[in-house]
């Protein structure tokens, strides 16, 4: 799991390398026509899939999709409130204020954003074994998704502290933190993924991790929207106190969550 989710994170950074690299040299019109037809090839290459490819052999009703487990609700729950935290500075305010207060290109923020994003699939395909070199070599438990939840809220704190009392170079305080937040961002997405599957019943699996990422999805959608009305009412000040008012929330949410009733060990060696 974590191998999956890392290299599929590290992906998408790809893309943000390629999107600074178009709007420098085609401009933006020109980078959603290309953009377009990337989609198009990919439709076409759907079309040669198994026609029975994940078809599950029986169609759940509508109500099947909301889980009945308190652990996997309240873990979705957190999971939104996580990913909220990171879009409501990363999608929106992030590059304009890269853009417009530091003065970088887009090839530039592109590159930067996208180093980011692969170094931040890197850490969370690695904390497996990132753990195990910290000494951890038991599965995670609920402990753990309390502890780096409580780390993760201390960084946009102090990042939006620094920038209000202007200790140090704005560049180098957003740069800094964003690194340190990737970090611990990716050992908190990971260990949720982890989780999920340990709530998650053998025959209950796909519909679980359905949900919890729909919750994802959403927590992505409600930051994307507070990134740009909460640059436009204070800046990236506002963004990061926005952010650490989720990652609390985030951080209040999983000291409910219960015990796993099972164990994954397999899910969890193969990382």
Request: aromatic share 12%.
């Amino acid at each position: 799991m974590a191998i999956l989710t890392g290299s599929k994170n590290a992906l998408k950074g790809v893309g943000f390398f390629l999107g600074g690299v178009l709007l420098t040299t085609i401009g933006f019109n020109a980078a959603v026509a290309v953009m377009a037809a990337g989609l198009l090839l990919s439709f076409c290459g759907t079309l040669v899939l198994p026609a029975d490819m994940g078809r599950m052999k029986q169609k759940p009703a509508f109500s099947a999709l909301f889980s009945k487990s308190r652990g996997i609700n309240v873990l979705s729950l957190a999971r939104f409130f996580l990913f909220g935290a990171r879009d409501v500075w990363f999608v929106v305010a992030l590059p304009v204020f890269l853009e417009a207060a530091l003065g970088w290109r887009f090839w530039e923020v592109g590159g930067f954003m996208g180093l980011w994003v692969i170094g931040y699939g890197i850490v969370q395909g690695s904390a497996p074994a990132l753990r195990r070199a910290w000494g951890q070599s038991a599965p995670p438990e609920v402990a753990a998704v309390r502890f780096w939840s409580a780390v993760l809220t201390a960084i946009p704190a102090l990042m939006a502290m620094s920038l209000w009392r202007e200790v140090g170079q704005p560049g180098v305080v957003v740069v800094a933190g964003l690194a340190a937040f990737g970090v611990v961002f990716a050992m908190n997405s990971s260990i949720h993924s982890y989780m999920i599957l340990a709530y998650s019943d053998t025959d209950a699996v796909s519909l679980n991790v359905g949900f919890y990422y729909m919750a994802n999805a959403a927590g992505r959608l409600v930051g994307t929207l507070l990134s740009g009305a909460m640059f436009l009412l204070g800046g990236m000040q506002a963004c990061l106190w926005t952010s650490t008012a989720l990652v609390a929330a985030a951080a209040l949410v999983s000291s409910r969550l219960p015990a796993p009733l099972q164990r994954q060990r397999p899910t969890e060696a193969s990382g």
